[in-house]
C-alpha cells in the first residue's frame, strides 16, 4: 500500500530554521529539494496577523501552535528506577509544529556560543585537570573560528540587532567584552533599551561587571537581509516567545528565507506528512529516502540521493532510534551513541519588586534585554569550585501577558483577596533577573525508546531520564548569588529569589532549549555524527539542529544552530557533491 | 447558486490549480516557483466557543462559580471572578476541544507518578470537573451536611485550602489535579481576552493595568518608571465598539 514517489536529490525531515537554511543553500547550488513537514502551512496573514496575534489563551495555553502531544509526546523520569510516564500535556518546553516550526515563536535572543564552548573538554582539562568519570563532556570537532562566517550569515539573514564587542580583535566599548573574535558588527543596532535594563546596567557596572544589551532577532529597525527580505521596526508588542510575530519584525523561516525560497521551481514542500523512519539501502551502506505518512493516513516512500535530518532534536533522536541507525546509548556500559548526552538549560532568577517607580513590563519585545556574561563558560576562574561552564544573567523584558506572568513578593498565598491584591500592586512595578546556566552532559541523562507507550501510529515514544546533576546544583549556587547582588542593586523595594534547588520537574515552562541525543564529535565510538554533521554510518544523511551539541553551553541555541546549518550545508555543497562519501575518514 | 457561494467555490478550484499542483492525493504540496501560497478566506481567526456552549449543569455551574469566587474574589480592592464572568470562560472551555482532552495525550496505561512527572489523571477536563465536583459535594455534605456552594465563605477557604494542602482527597479522582486544574482556569479565565466569555468588559485588565492586545508601543519606551496609563484594548475591540 506504500506509494512509491519521484525520486529528490535532497529530502528534508522537518521545515523549521535548518530545514528553512538547508533548502535555500541547496536548491541556489542547483539540487532539487523536497521538504516534508508534519505540521500544517503557516504564514504572518493568515495564521497570526496583528489583528488576532496577541491572544495569550489561544497560543500559549491552548498550544495553538506547538506539536499535538495527543498525537505524538515523549514520557520522562527523572532516573533509571522509576517509571517513565508520558508528558500528557505541555510544560517545562513546547515543541513546535508546522511550517517553520518553533523559529515561528521563539523569542529571538541570537548568541553566538564562546570559542572553549565548542572544545568543551579539552579546554577544561587542560585547565583544571581531569573531569569527573560520569561527566560526558566532549569536544564539537568544529571549531569556533571555522564557524565564525556562518555565525556572521546567519546574523545577516536574521537581522540580528546588537551591539559588538570584539571586532576582529579590537575592543569595543558597550559590547561583551568576552565573546569571541567577530568578523563583523551586527547588521543593525541594538534594541532600545527600557528602565528595567537601564537600572540593570547601572546595577552591573556598579559590581565591576560589564552589560551589554542582548543581541536580538526583533528588529531594531527597518531591515532587508542578504535575500532581500523585507523586515519591519519592531513594535515592542510584548509578545514574541510562544507567539507569532504579526509585524514581519522578528527573524522566522517565513520573513528571512520562505519568500524567496517558495519562488524557485527546485524547492517543494509537503506538509501535513510526518515522516516515520529513514530508509536504508539494501546493503545498509546509505540512506535510500523517508517514509511518510500524510494527513489521511497514506504511506509513501520518497527515495533521496541526500537525506537532511532537521526535526526538533527529540524527533530526530527518536526517528534514528526508529530507523535503527545508529547504536542506541546504553546508560549502564557507556556504549553507543543515539539519544547520548541529552542535556538542557539550568535557570534561576531573582524577581525586583519596586515600590513607587513602573516598570511598564509590557512594553516588551522577545530579545529586549540587557546581559552580562562575565559569569558565562570559562570566562571566570573555576579552580576549586567543582564545576564547569556558566551562564548569561540578563534583564530581559519580554511580556507582561498576565496569565503567564503576574509575580508576587515572597509570603503572598497562591490565590484569596491577599494574593489578589499582591498582583495589582505589583503587576506593572516587577522585573526579573535571570541565570541563563550551561547545563553539562551526564552518564545518566540520556533519551531511548519508552518500552510501552506510542504515538498515533503506534511507534513508540520516546523516552526523557533526566535530572539536574551534581555540576548543575554547583553551578548555579555560585551564580545565583551573583543574580541576587545585582537584583538588589536596582532600586526595588525587595526581591525574590528562585533558586534552582530539587530534581527536574516536567510542569513548569523552563525553556525549549532541549539538546544532545544525535551528537556530533570526532569518533564514531562516542558521536552521531562527524564534524560537518553527517552521520557516521550512513555518509549521505546529515543532521542539523540542538541535537548535535555534545552539551549545552550557557546561551540560547539558535545562534549556534544556524551556524551548524549553515556550515554542513557548505560542506555537503563543497566537499560531498564532488566525492558523495565520508568526509571524515575513519 | 447566489453569488457569495459562487466565488466560494471558484476561488476553491482556483486554489486547487495553482497549489495542488501534482504529487500525493492527501497532504499539501507547496512550492515548484508559486510563490508565496496566500489564499482568500482562509484567515486562522480565533475559535472563541459560541455564546451557548455549555458543559456545566445548572447545579455545577453553581458550584464552579462559587469556587472561583473564592480563588479570585470580590472585595474592596476590586472585581473578581464573579464580575469577569470566569464561570462562563470554564463552561465554554469544557464543552470544546479543551474539555475533551483533545490535544493531550490520554493513552493508558494510567498512573499517579512522581509529582515531577505532572498531570497523570486519566479524566481529560471536563470529566475531571464532573466526578470532583461530585465528590467535593459528597465531602461538604459529609462534613458540613451541605453542598459546597452553599458553605459560607471562610467554610469555602477552608475546603479549598485543604483541597490545595492535599488534606482532603477524592476516591475516584485526584483532588490536587482537580484543585490546580481549576485554579489555572480560575486565573486563564480571569485574565485571557474577553472574547472567550471571561475578563467581561476587560475588568481584569482594567484592575491591573493590563493595556491588552495592543501591538505597537514605540512612542512609549522611553517611559523611564512613570506610570503609562492606557486604557486595554481587546482582540474584538473595546466597549462601546461592538457587542459582547
Same mark, same amino acid.
Given at each position: ?380 576562574? +573555576?579552580?576549586?569550585? =567543582?564545576? !564547569?561552564? #556558566?551562564?548569561?544573567? *540578563?534583564?530581559?523584558? @519580554? %511580556? ?112 525549549? +532549549?532541549?539538546?544532545? =541525543?544525535? !551528537?556530533? #564529535?570526532?569518533?564514531? *565510538?562516542?558521536?552521531? @555524527? %562527524? ?56 | ?244
Amino acid at each position: 500500500m506504500t506509494r512509491r514517489m519521484p525520486d529528490v536529490d535532497v529530502v528534508i525531515v522537518g521545515f523549521g530554521w535548518t530545514g528553512a537554511i538547508m533548502a535555500e543553500k541547496l536548491t541556489a547550488a542547483g539540487l532539487g529539494v523536497l521538504a516534508v513537514e508534519r505540521g500544517p502551512w503557516r504564514d504572518t496573514p493568515t495564521h497570526f496577523p496583528t489583528t488576532f496575534a496577541q491572544d495569550e489563551l489561544r497560543y500559549y495555553w491552548r498550544h495553538g501552535m506547538f506539536q499535538e502531544a495527543s498525537r505524538e509526546t515523549l514520557t520522562f523520569r527523572n532516573n533509571r528506577s522509576q517509571t517513565a510516564l508520558p508528558m500528557r500535556r505541555w510544560g517545562s518546553f513546547l515543541p513546535g509544529n508546522g511550517v517553520g516550526g518553533a523559529g515561528v515563536h521563539w523569542n529571538g535572543q541570537t548568541f553566538r556560543f564562546l570559542p572553549s564552548d565548542f572544545v568543551a573538554r579539552s579546554h577544561n582539562e587542560e585547565r583544571y585537570g581531569p573531569l569527573p568519570d560520569d561527566m560526558t563532556v566532549q569536544d564539537y570537532g568544529v571549531t569556533y573560528d571555522e564557524l565564525e562566517p556562518h555565525f556572521d550569515y546567519f546574523e545577516r539573514i536574521a537581522g540580528i540587532s546588537g551591539q559588538a564587542g570584539n571586532v576582529k580583535g579590537n575592543l569595543i566599548e558597550g559590547g561583551n567584552p568576552f565573546e569571541g573574535v567577530r568578523s563583523d558588527h551586527y547588521p543593525n543596532p541594538p534594541m532600545q533599551m527600557t528602565f528595567s535594563q537601564d537600572r540593570f546596567t547601572a546595577a552591573a557596572r556598579e559590581l565591576g561587571l560589564s552589560p551589554f544589551p542582548g543581541p536580538s532577532a526583533n528588529m531594531s529597525r527597518a531591515y532587508t537581509n542578504p535575500l532581500g527580505m523585507q523586515l519591519a521596526p519592531c513594535t515592542y508588542c510584548g509578545f514574541c516567545e510562544k507567539y507569532g510575530c504579526g509585524n514581519y519584525s522578528k527573524a522566522s523561516p517565513q520573513t528571512t528565507i520562505l519568500p524567496e525560497l517558495m519562488r524557485r521551481q527546485n524547492f517543494v514542500l509537503r506538509t501535513n506528512s510526518e515522516v516515520l523512519s529513514i530508509e536504508k539501502s539494501r546493503d545498509g551502506t546509505r540512506a535510500s529516502g523517508v517514509r511518510y505518512v500524510d494527513s489521511q493516513g497514506e504511506e509513501h516512500l520518497q527515495p533521496a540521493q541526500i537525506v537532511i535530518l532537521a526535526a526538533y532534536p527529540l524527533q530526530n533522536t527518536r526517528l534514528l532510534l526508529l530507523s535503527q541507525i545508529g547504536q542506541p546509548y546504553n546508560p549502564a556500559t557507556g556504549e553507543g551513541v543515539v539519544g547520548k548526552n541529552y542535556c538542557y538549560q539550568v535557570m534561576s532568577s531573582a524577581e525586583v519588586f519596586f515600590e513607587d517607580e513602573y516598570t511598564n513590563e509590557f512594553v516588551g519585545a522577545g530579545a529586549l534585554g540587557a546581559v552580562v556574561d562575565d559569569y558565562n563558560g570559562d570566562n571566570f576562574d +573555576h579552580s576549586g569550585l =567543582g564545576f !564547569i561552564g #556558566g551562564g548569561y544573567i *540578563a534583564c530581559w523584558t @519580554t %511580556n507582561a501577558r498576565p496569565i503567564e506572568s503576574h509575580p508576587v513578593p515572597d509570603g503572598v498565598p497562591e490565590w484569596g483577596s491577599k494574593w489578589k491584591r499582591a498582583v495589582r500592586e505589583n503587576f506593572l512595578k516587577t522585573t526579573s533577573v535571570g541565570l541563563h546556566g550551561a547545563s553539562m552532559a551526564h552518564r545518566t541523562n540520556y533519551l531511548d525508546l519508552d518500552p510501552t507507550y506510542t504515538d498515533a501510529w503506534g511507534q513508540p515514544l520516546l523516552r526523557m531520564t533526566y535530572d539536574f546533576t551534581l555540576n548543575d546544583r554547583l553551578l548555579t549556587a555560585h551564580i545565583t548569588p551573583i543574580v541576587e547582588q545585582i537584583a538588589r542593586g536596582m532600586g526595588g523595594r525587595e526581591i525574590k529569589v528562585n533558586h534552582r534547588r530539587g530534581s527536574y520537574d516536567v510542569k513548569p515552562y523552563q525553556t525549549t +532549549h532541549n539538546t544532545g =541525543g544525535t !551528537i556530533m #564529535g570526532v569518533s564514531p *565510538a562516542n558521536s552521531v @555524527t %562527524n564534524r560537518y554533521c553527517q552521520n557516521w554510518d550512513l555518509p549521505n544523511l546529515f543532521i542539523t539542529g540542538a541535537g548535535l551539541f555534545p552539551q549545552n553551553a550557557g546561551y540560547n541555541p539558535t545562534g549556534t544552530v544556524a551556524a551548524l546549518a549553515y556550515w554542513s550545508a557548505d560542506a555537503i555543497i563543497n566537499q560531498y557533491l564532488a566525492a558523495p562519501g565520508p568526509l571524515v575518514q575513519t | 447558486m447566489n453569488v457569495s457561494r459562487r466565488r466560494f467555490l471558484n476561488s476553491l478550484l482556483l486554489a486547487g490549480t495553482a497549489l495542488a499542483v501534482s504529487g500525493p492525493a492527501f497532504g499539501r504540496e507547496y512550492g515548484r516557483g508559486a510563490g508565496m501560497p496566500w489564499q482568500p478566506m482562509t484567515g486562522d481567526v480565533p475559535h472563541h466557543g459560541t455564546r451557548d456552549e455549555r458543559f456545566l449543569t445548572a447545579e455545577e455551574r453553581a458550584t464552579v462559580a462559587a469556587i472561583c469566587a473564592r480563588l479570585i474574589p470580590s472585595d474592596d480592592d476590586g472585581p473578581g471572578a464573579t464580575e469577569a464572568d470566569v464561570v462562563t470562560f470554564i463552561d465554554r472551555q469544557l464543552a470544546g476541544f479543551y474539555g475533551r482532552g483533545q490535544h493531550w495525550y490520554m493513552k493508558g496505561p494510567f498512573a499517579e507518578g512522581s509529582a515531577t512527572q505532572g498531570f497523570q489523571s486519566e479524566h481529560a477536563p471536563a470529566e475531571l470537573y464532573r466526578r470532583s465536583l461530585v465528590e467535593l459535594d459528597q465531602h461538604c455534605e459529609r462534613e458540613f451536611a451541605s453542598p459546597f456552594r452553599s458553605l459560607t465563605e471562610e467554610q469555602q477557604d477552608d475546603v479549598l485550602t485543604r483541597l490545595d494542602e492535599e488534606e482532603i482527597t477524592f476516591q475516584r479522582t485526584s483532588a490536587k489535579a482537580f484543585f490546580d486544574l481549576i485554579l489555572e482556569n480560575t486565573i486563564e479565565g480571569f485574565f485571557a481576552d474577553p472574547i472567550y466569555g471571561g475578563n467581561r468588559n476587560m475588568v481584569a485588565w482594567q484592575y491591573v493595568g493590563f493595556p491588552g492586545a495592543r501591538y505597537d508601543y514605540r512612542d512609549y519606551l522611553n517611559h523611564g518608571g512613570a506610570r503609562l496609563e492606557l486604557a486595554p484594548v481587546s482582540l474584538m475591540g473595546r466597549p462601546g465598539w461592538s457587542r459582547q
